[in-house]
């Protein structure tokens, strides 16, 4: 068959090549069998066959991957990319564009890809885990395409790396450090949640709402900011990883429809898992993004909430309800929440930064009078409730944290989100008889689907209070001994 494919004929019978729409169908199609060699348990592990999913469906044969796409096929175009991307970053090593950018930059960039190359691979192992026991040969396929592409994107992302350290330094240790920073811990814990979770929240989570909802974010409106701070390899780093994800989110559109298509109990289980990952990627990626956008780029191009309202609200909510919402779809149910904390986010998170600047893996700058003027103009609550933080530290009043916040138990973000007020946002609930703290009501919204997955779940801050990091540990708790933190000079 593979002959017909890359000649045209039928080499042993001369016939014309067939319709190749018929002939994705005929491999793609009609694929799972009875096992008759072993049980059916032993196949499918029971927490995993799809009769143990909350998914329904008659045929899982009728899913169809829209871009049909042949494995031949498929490398030729990845091979292409590959060779467009490292003749860049070849051209980029060799001119010295590292000593281009701008120095804030450099050091959000230790943090960025630090994340970013760990969350790639753990998209790939869960795309391989949704190839295995998802019921659809096409979907199967079309599932392991994505896990080659994650695992490229992730070796990308340690070769950019390995040129930033070469001109800067400080990225030694970047795989203790996704395992230790806070700011990290919530993509930790998310994704490692995933691997213990329904297949098929899977695909909602990981195509139909972070690949749909987030990458334009991540790939095109953070990608401009570094180009904008002297980072030209990062822009077309960013962009060879965006050039897959037409087809990772074709496979999150083209479920989430099959999903809710196939039975009318699947709806309320599809919401329940588009609410719950909508606010969680608010916190995996949007938290992060904030930063970047608003912070790590000193030349601004646009604000965090400007970008969200653009790229998320406009481009994602709005369509994927005008398109779905007959099908039952509604808003994610805290959007509003995310809405009102945008106000504050990347403010919050920035302060933080600095009060616990010794347990960064990178440097921090306070930002300059244009900048909180910028921040001024752009989020009405930054002039009442940021900038008199930033006048503190201008006048060199020490202000550094002695101690760590208490914890998120769902997100594992510190508490630290206040309301227009300056009141904090937080929640509590008590669960067996303990009590577990909430950055806000949507965190203990999802705390209470599924209380069992986060009961014995340590926060940071009950890893110190039980005493289990000594004070003498702390340094290699932290993974700082070779990290390049503290306040970014620029003499």
Not at 12 to 26: C, H, I, K, T
Not at 145 to 150: F, K, V
Not at 435 to 445: A, G, L, N, Q
Request: aromatic share 14%; net charge negative; charged share 25%.
């Amino acid at each position: 068959m593979a002959a017909v494919i890359s000649s045209g004929k039928n080499e042993v019978s001369g016939n014309a090549r067939p319709d190749l729409g018929q002939y994705y169908r005929e491999t793609s199609r009609g694929l799972y069998w009875e096992p008759t060699y072993v049980s059916r348990d032993a196949v499918y592990p029971k927490k995993f066959i799809p009769q143990s999913s909350r998914i329904r469906a008659k045929n899982w044969d009728a899913w169809e991957d829209p871009f049909r796409m042949f494995y031949r096929e498929y490398m030729r175009i990845q091979a292409k990319k590959e060779m467009s991307y490292h003749s860049i970053a070849d051209a980029n090593q060799r001119f010295d564009v590292a000593r281009q950018i701008d120095r804030r930059w450099v050091e959000g960039m230790k943090l960025y890809m630090c994340a970013l190359s760990n969350t790639e691979n753990f998209s790939a192992n869960l795309m391989m885990r949704m190839a295995r026991f998802i019921p659809s040969p096409s979907f199967s396929q079309a599932a392991m395409y994505q896990a080659i592409d994650e695992l490229r994107h992730g070796q990308n992302d340690v070769n950019y790396m390995r040129w930033l350290n070469r001109h800067h330094g400080g990225l030694d240790d970047w795989m203790e450090w996704f395992q230790r920073h806070w700011l990290m811990q919530t993509a930790r814990i998310g994704f490692e949640n995933l691997f213990s979770g329904d297949p098929f929240e899977m695909v909602i989570a990981v195509n139909a709402v972070f690949e749909a909802g987030w990458t334009n974010l991540l790939f095109v409106a953070n990608p401009a900011v570094g180009v904008a701070n002297g980072d030209i390899m990062f822009g077309q780093h960013q962009l060879t990883t965006q050039t897959d994800e037409t087809r990772h989110i074709a496979i999150g559109m083209t479920g989430i429809r099959m999903m809710l298509e196939a039975d009318e109990r699947n709806i309320p289980v599809v919401q329940e898992w588009f609410d719950k990952w909508s606010w969680l990627l608010h916190r995996i990626v949007g938290g992060p993004t904030s930063i970047f956008i608003d912070y790590f780029g000193k030349k601004k191009v646009m604000s965090y909430k400007e970008a969200f309202q653009h790229y998320y609200l406009k481009n994602y909510i709005e369509g994927l309800i005008e398109d779905l919402g007959p099908l039952g779809l509604k808003p994610p149910r805290f959007l509003k929440n995310m809405l009102t904390e945008n106000e504050i986010y990347s403010h919050a998170l920035w302060k933080n930064m600095y009060e616990g600047k010794h347990v960064n893996m990178h440097k921090i700058e306070i930002p300059d009078l244009a900048e909180r003027a910028w921040f001024a103009e752009k989020y009405p609550l930054f002039k009442p409730l940021y900038a008199p933080f930033w006048d503190a530290a201008d006048s060199g009043e020490g202000l550094d944290l002695g101690t760590t916040f208490p914890h998120c138990k769902v997100c594992q973000f510190p508490l630290l989100f206040v309301d227009a007020e300056n009141r904090p946002t937080t929640d509590s609930q008590t669960y067996l008889g303990k009590i577990h703290h909430f950055c806000s009501e949507p965190c203990k919204w999802i705390f209470n689907l599924q209380p069992e997955k986060y009961t014995n779940l340590l926060t940071q801050d009950e890893i110190f209070a039980q005493g289990m990091v000594k004070p003498e540990e702390l340094v290699s708790f932290w993974a700082t001994g070779r990290a390049e933190n503290g306040r970014l000079s620029r003499e």
